[in-house]
């Protein structure tokens, strides 16, 4: 019996790296899904307590199964597919997003080893898969056949687009610094306390690293349609942008899409400025906590700041929005990267 | 046969056929969108060929491009173009004769070259890139890219500045009598100089 397991679980052969491999992907999936009900309540209940509310109270010992019931109630909800919509990409765009934010998770890395594909352009990857997130949103909004989703979708797209200019090119500089596009390597590359982390180090490069961290931040609020960048949705104005036309299942799905994509831009910052899953000293009682418990806390201490700026930030114009991305995040970063680059070739000694 | 011949051979027929497929739908779509997203399928299968080749960096280059940039903007203008399908099918029997004949001309050179066409014993070996040990692809790229190719890839980087500038001059006017917005004024405006205190008089206003 133990012979066979040793068998299953060897990843030298095809068969026991497949079972490996599906094992840490229900892993992950499990794992992301449970904690995204948390989270989700987590979100509710900071933006309740900056009002002086008690948010969700009533289901569960301080609400803590809303998430739950707030899922049965979309599940068992019928699911209205409007007339003259495109059928088959109206069911498909909810999908797509939900799968697009799934897989962009499958090179993350959360503890030393604990990574579903250890890709050597695995920063490369995240861009790409992060880039085809628009198409769940553009194709719900065009496909619902209602003026509001497809102004919503464009608005949204164009957003997303935007920002991601500003996201390459700070990444860029963390590249610059790590020398890897790996994103373990990338973590490896700040080991030893925090004053080794990218946006943290004891060195004048902080100087850029920190503001790079800020724009990282802020781009990736406008990245997930977060507020104050909430226009594609906003509830006032557009009523819910591209998935008004969206009920039960299939709003659902969007919905998880979306927080999947909040908690991956979390753990972005975690690794790229963070040091990702290593202590922040790296001595006695702080190594005894295990690495992936560090990268959790760190994830979820950004959470919670993108949980206080939805509170307290009012929403911002879609002009001003545009203004900021292109006129003022893209010629930072931009010029990080070259003051980065200046750093590493002369400061350090080589590329 | 062995497993590791075989499967990159059957990899490289899916994608090649699905990318045939794909290309295919783009043309019989009836639906402009429906197009654009078989195109995006389309570039899909292609990044799926350059995987295979062991270019990992140009795939996700060809996904983050073209899939993430260029067929959104075509997804943006496809979708807000007023297509009336009916009209557009009404020229299809008109244009068939040439079409046809155009067709049929270009698949008899095809043809024509096909037999015609002698490849010589070395070409497949002069044609494969070489993967070196342990050097990755985006370093094997960028160690020529930015040394023997830094003049081309300047220029290539040239042409596409004055493509954008012209873009750009060509599609912004101002529009006269906008007001437009300036942050650094107002940002830079203080109380005093928006708000006057007059201290008026009973009875008189002001």
Redesign the interface.
């Known amino acids: 019996m133990s012979e066979f397991f040793s068998l299953l679980f060897d990843t030298a052969t095809?068969l026991g790296w497949s079972v490996v491999t599906l094992l840490k992907v229900l892993g992950f999936v499990v794992v992301l899904l449970v904690s995204l009900a948390f989270i989700l309540l987590a979100d509710r209940k900071i933006w309740a307590a900056v009002q002086m509310r008690k948010g969700p109270n009533v289901v569960g010992a301080f609400g803590l199964l809303q998430s739950f019931a707030d899922f049965l109630k979309f599940a068992f909800k019928e699911v209205i597919i409007p007339a003259g919509t495109?059928k088959f990409?109206f069911i498909m765009a909810p999908f797509l997003s939900l799968v697009m934010a799934f897989i962009a998770w499958s090179v993350v890395p959360v503890a030393p080893g604990w990574v579903i594909s250890d890709?050597?352009?695995g920063i490369?990857?995240l861009?790409?898969i992060s880039?085809?997130g628009?198409?769940g949103i553009?194709?719900g909004g065009?496909a619902s056949n209602s003026k509001y989703s497809?102004l919503g979708a464009?608005r949204s797209?164009a957003q997303m687009?935007s920002y991601?200019v500003s996201i390459g090119f700070v990444i860029v500089t963390v590249l610059l610094l790590a020398g890897s596009?790996n994103l373990s390597e990338i973590v490896e590359a700040q080991a030893g306390g925090f004053w080794h982390w990218y946006g943290l180090a004891f060195s004048p490069i902080t100087l850029v690293m920190l503001p790079m961290m800020v724009v990282f931040f802020i781009s990736a609020l406008a990245e997930t349609n977060r507020p104050p960048f909430d226009l594609p949705e906003a509830e006032s104005e557009l009523v819910a942008g591209y998935q008004v036309e969206y009920s039960s299942t299939l709003y659902l799905l969007f919905m998880i899409g979306e927080y999947l994509n909040i908690v991956l831009m979390c753990s972005m910052v975690t690794i790229l400025f963070l040091g990702g899953w290593h202590a922040p000293f790296d001595f006695a009682p702080f190594t005894w906590v295990p690495p992936v418990l560090w990268f959790s806390i760190k994830a979820l201490f950004i959470f919670f700041l993108f949980a206080m700026v939805k509170a307290i930030v009012p929403r911002y114009r879609y002009?001003?929005l545009m203004?900021l991305g292109w006129k003022v995040f893209l010629p930072l970063s931009m010029g990080a990267v070259v003051l980065v680059s200046a750093w590493v070739v002369f400061a350090q000694g080589g590329a | 046969m062995e497993?590791a011949v075989l499967l990159p051979a059957i990899a490289f027929y899916v994608f090649a056929g699905a990318a045939i497929a794909f290309a295919f739908g783009v043309v019989a779509a009836r639906?402009p969108?429906?197009s654009v997203?078989f195109l995006?399928m389309t570039f899909f299968s292609a990044a799926g060929l350059f995987v295979l080749l062991g270019a990992?960096?140009l795939a996700?280059?060809l996904?983050?491009v073209y899939?993430?940039?260029v067929a959104?903007l075509f997804?943006?203008v496809v979708?807000m173009l007023d297509i009336d399908f009916v009209e557009m099918k009404q020229g299809f029997a008109d244009y068939l004769p040439l079409g046809g004949l155009l067709a049929f001309v270009l698949t008899v050179e095809l043809i024509v070259l096909g037999a015609s066409w002698s490849i010589s014993g070395k070409a497949e070996e002069l044609r494969q890139a070489p993967i070196t040990e342990g050097q990755?692809?985006?370093q094997a790229f960028s160690a020529v890219l930015y040394t023997d190719y830094a003049f081309f890839l300047e220029a290539a980087g040239l042409v596409l500045l004055v493509a954008m500038i012209g873009a750009i001059v060509l599609t912004n006017f101002h529009k006269k009598g906008v007001k437009r917005?300036n942050?650094p004024a107002q940002v830079a405006r203080r109380a005093e100089d928006g708000v006057e205190l007059v201290d008026v008089k009973p009875g008189q206003g002001i």
């Open positions: 095809p495109d990409i890709l050597n352009v490369l990857y861009l790409a880039s085809l628009v198409y553009i194709l065009w497809f464009l797209t687009v991601e596009m002009d001003q203004r | 497993l639906n969108v429906r997203l995006i990992e960096f996700m280059i996904v983050m899939v993430g940039a959104v997804l943006f979708m990755d692809n985006l917005q942050i």
